[in-house]
């Protein structure tokens, strides 16, 4: 079992930033990503990062604006978030995807952003 803890959520102000971080219980070798779910509405994907800390992949809502990245001695994953919408306002989830797995195996509890006008 991996548990995944974020932090860094808050309220902010449009064109404001917020950093996230998700702490691993264990050092995994596991691609990584972050997810959103904003009320009403459904859990999208936001951002995804190889084990290897290789190329990334980002949604189009949040291209250009958001950066994933991973510090495998900290067992951590952060998502720096620049120029926040309110559109951005969700509660954010970190994911681990274990080496061979479909899916994203193990979640976070998540970290709310609000994005005022």
């Known amino acids: 079992q991996v548990q995944l803890v974020e932090s860094g959520g808050g309220l902010v102000q449009a064109g404001g930033s917020l950093r996230l971080s998700c702490v691993a219980s264990?050092?995994?070798?596991?691609?990584m990503g972050w997810f959103r779910r904003a009320p009403g509405k459904e859990r999208e994907f936001v951002a995804r990062?190889?084990?290897?800390?290789?190329?990334?992949d980002y949604a189009d809502s949040v291209k250009g604006r958001f950066t994933i990245s991973r510090d495998n001695a900290k067992n951590t994953v952060y998502l720096q978030m620049n120029s926040l919408r309110p559109e951005d306002t969700a509660r954010y989830y970190c994911?681990?995807?274990?080496?061979?797995?479909?899916?994203?195996?193990?979640w976070g509890q998540g970290t709310q952003v609000t994005v005022s006008p």
């Open positions: 994911a681990a995807r274990p080496f061979g797995a479909s899916s994203y195996v193990f």
């Open positions: 264990v050092r995994t070798a596991y691609n």
């Open positions: 990062i190889p084990w290897s800390g290789g190329s990334s």
